[in-house]
């Protein structure tokens, strides 16, 4: 009895946490829609890509994610607190909804990962080749926001624009978003961001990747614990719900 109460203090200390990390993915979603500088660089990673999602259905996913969090948060709060068998048990299938879930999106981790590494280089590379000057189209707006943002030119620097008709036309004249200051009104490539723009941009997914990693082992684990509790506390209540 006494392990029984004790478990029932920890799954509503547990779900605390849990509704409020729900709290935390809505607020993350909710800015990711508003935040206009990243669109660009969302829409640019997923030119020819079979895995970059759109921006805004980043907003979106972790908006739905936060919302089943909250719930299934609220849901463990109160059915430890009511010692409810119908509330624990609709927590215990939502929260091994929620780890499935979780397991879906570490395989397409996996998958993103695999792209990242052996496409997505390749793909920027080869579309920085018809970079039109004269005439930008989408994909030479997004570039151009990307690298005056980051503070790089090309993907692996200026040298990735040698071989584009319109910088040999213009005299060797690079798109004036790689200087941040341009000499007699054009960019060269003494003035030139000296990174390129995938060096940078991989350096930032990388490190908000381990971040997303620890986080997500950590809220794992924290499921599987309150589960565990959940089906503890559940089994060792005696008495019939009652809603009066």
């Known amino acids: 009895m006494a392990c029984c109460l004790c478990a029932k203090y920890f799954l509503l200390f547990f779900n605390l946490i849990i509704w409020l990390s729900g709290g935390a993915f809505l607020s993350c979603g909710i800015l990711v ?77 996996v998958l993103l990962g695999v792209e990242w590494d052996t496409k997505l280089e390749r793909t920027l590379q080869r579309r920085l080749l018809t970079y039109n000057y004269s005439m930008p189209q989408r994909f030479e707006y997004d570039l151009d926001v990307v690298q005056k943002q980051f503070a790089c030119c090309g993907i692996h620097g200026a040298v990735d624009y040698y071989e584009n008709m319109d910088y040999k036309i213009s005299g060797n004249r690079l798109p004036s978003s790689c200087c941040n200051d341009l000499f007699n009104g054009a960019c060269i490539e003494a003035h030139s961001y000296r990174i390129g723009c995938f060096t940078t941009i991989n350096d930032s997914v990388q490190y908000y990747a381990r971040l997303i990693v620890a986080v997500g082992i950590g809220i794992a684990l924290l499921e599987l614990t309150a589960l565990m509790m959940a089906v503890c506390v559940c089994r060792n209540t005696k008495y019939d719900d009652e809603f009066d």
């Open 33 to 109: 829609l508003y935040r206009r500088d990243l669109h660009e660089l969302f829409a640019l990673l997923s030119y020819d890509s079979d895995y970059v999602p759109s921006f805004l259905n980043v907003g979106y996913v972790l908006i739905g994610i936060g919302a089943l969090v909250f719930i299934v948060g609220l849901l463990g709060c109160c059915g430890s607190v009511r010692e409810s068998r119908l509330l624990l048990g609709l927590y215990v299938f939502f929260i091994i909804l929620v780890m499935g879930g979780e397991l879906v999106v570490a395989l397409y981790t």
